[in-house]
């Protein structure tokens, strides 16, 4: 990949404002993202654009659910060199808390699905979520002490606050939509 395909992703890494969805990774190459409305060891239905779509377990590359997205974190103190493995507990729980998991997993996702399809195995490489969450680590540590990091987490656990993340998303789109319409609209005059 060349350092100027490098950049874009980034780019669309860390601008991606997308809808919650799960994301199916067929065998075929074939990517959805949509609502899994039945899923068994057998077979697998999901919703995409108001159409249910069915596949049997064998078609089913790899499945990232939405509920799931940035919640698996295999980052330990083992990681780094002076950062404790509270402290990293209380780092993990804080940017989980915030949606900053979520919404970096769903970027890299993002990235993988919207990737050429002979181009994805490198992008997993180099957008590997757990590598990145390792670069953010060390940063919260300079910031907060583990007391404060703590003291936020409880903050974030509000049901007032989750309810703020998870709309976050739709209001920044539709507040982006409504603005390029505007100005259009300005444009056109």
Known sequence: MNKYAAFLVLGMLLVSVSSWADI????????????????????LKIEVNG?????????????????KMGQEVKVTAADFKDISQSKVDAIISLVQGN??????QRSVEDAI???????????????????????LIP????????AELNELVKIYQMPVR??????????????????????????KE
């Open 24 to 43: 199916v990774y067929l065998k075929d190459g074939r990517v959805l993202e949509g609502k899994i409305v039945d899923r068994n060891s057998y077979s």
């Open 51 to 67: 159409n249910i779509e069915f596949f049997y377990s064998g078609q089913v590359d790899r499945i990232v659910e939405d509920k």
């Open 99 to 104: 949606g900053l998991a979520a919404t970096l």
């Open 113 to 135: 699905k919207n990737s050429p399809q002979e181009q994805r195995e490198e992008f997993k490489r180099i957008f590997n979520f757990d590598e990145l969450l390792k670069i």
């Open 139 to 146: 940063i919260f540590d300079i910031y907060y002490s583990e």
């Open 162 to 187: 989750q309810k703020e993340i998870e709309n976050t998303p739709p209001i920044v789109r539709e507040a982006m939509e409504a603005l390029v319409k505007y100005i259009q609209e300005k444009v």
